[in-house]
């Protein structure tokens, strides 16, 4: 709007989005939207036919934001650390630029006094070599097309390919995710973006099912992997942990069960027991699986592992050479 409203200069769709950095596509979507809310956008042609927009300042609603609603959204630039190095992150910080330039002084004032006393710890490195996948998933998640990828899962020891359809994007501890449906295993699938060695945009539709919500299927996992059969989980916590866990609510089916002994059980309902197991884990021997077996069979089998790595070292000095004198 700040753009259109300037009377120094006609803009057309193409100098719009060189200007401001976007497509024609979201220019000519965003010109649709503005004037669906009320906004009055002028449109006249020149002798070459070019069309050229402009908005009569007069028209504008004022933009009044408080310090907190100021605060609140530039903050956001500092947990974008999913998205950094990515077309999303410029995108975000370029809009959030837009929205300074209309607070008042005493707002701006505020907000340059208070952010840089705010500081939000990176979770994950910036994958910039992936900056063109997750161009390429954003279109295809826009316009709903598949899309060929090239992933080196966990668990291969060669990347694979597969044809997809993207129906979403989550973001998790600092890390991007795709959701959606696999050709390969016919199924609904999680991939983790920083994975994805390369992708390939195709001109095959699809049809993004109705009654699929992202937020109702990712409801049921502990992170961003889902399965197909709920487990209701049982772990008992003690000592200091028994506090940490009860801080805060880890998934929204959460229930404690406080024990006379002064442990806790937590329950929760989960579809997939792969990333509950490394966090039970992260608590050491201040967590016990109760149920499910096969959870608990798991983690035996884990420690099991352990003790093949670490039990023959226990009654064996580390040698180093450091400090040493000769």
């Keep these: 709007m700040r753009v259109l409203a300037d009377e120094h200069m006609d803009r057309d769709i193409s100098s719009l989005a060189s200007f401001i950095g976007t497509s024609t596509k979201t220019i000519r979507r965003d010109i649709a939207e503005l004037k669906s809310q009320g906004i009055v956008i002028s449109e006249r042609s020149e002798s070459n036919n070019r069309?050229?927009?402009s908005i009569d300042k007069s028209t504008l609603p004022?933009?009044?934001?408080?310090f907190d609603e100021a605060l609140a959204i530039v903050f956001g630039t500092k947990t974008l650390s999913g998205f950094e190095g990515t077309g999303l992150e410029e995108a975000a910080r370029s809009a959030i630029s837009k929205i300074r330039t209309f607070l008042g002084e005493p707002e701006s004032q505020y907000l340059d006094k208070v952010l840089p006393r705010i500081h939000a710890s990176k979770k994950y490195e910036a994958?910039?070599?992936n900056r063109s996948v997750v161009d390429e998933l954003m279109v295809a998640l826009e316009d709903e097309r598949a899309i060929f990828i090239e992933y080196a899962s966990a668990k291969s020891t060669e990347p694979l390919t597969y044809d997809i359809y993207p129906y979403g994007m989550s973001e998790h501890k600092g890390a991007l995710y795709v959701v959606g449906y696999s050709c390969h295993h016919s199924e609904v699938r999680t991939w983790k973006v920083d994975r994805i060695l390369d992708a390939e945009l195709t001109l095959f539709p699809f049809k993004r099912p109705g009654d699929f919500d992202l937020a109702n299927y990712l409801s049921t996992a502990f992170g961003v992997v889902s399965g197909d059969d709920l487990h209701s989980?049982?772990?008992?916590?003690?000592?200091?942990?028994?506090?940490?866990?009860c801080e805060r609510k880890y998934h929204p089916s959460q229930q404690y069960e406080?024990?006379?002994d002064g442990s806790v059980i937590v329950t929760v309902e989960l579809s997939s027991l792969l990333e509950i197991k490394s966090w039970v884990f992260s608590f050491g021997s201040s967590a016990e699986v109760i149920q499910p077996l096969e959870l608990r069979h798991g983690i035996e089998e884990e420690i099991r592992q352990l003790q093949k790595v670490y039990g023959n070292s226990t009654n064996q000095r580390p040698h180093s050479s450091v400090g040493r004198k000769e």
């Design 233 to 245: 989980i049982k772990i008992r916590f003690t000592g200091s942990a028994v506090r940490y866990v």
């Design 127 to 129: 994958f910039c070599k």
């Design 258 to 260: 406080q024990q006379l």
């Design 51 to 53: 069309k050229v927009y």
């Design 62 to 66: 004022p933009l009044k934001l408080t």
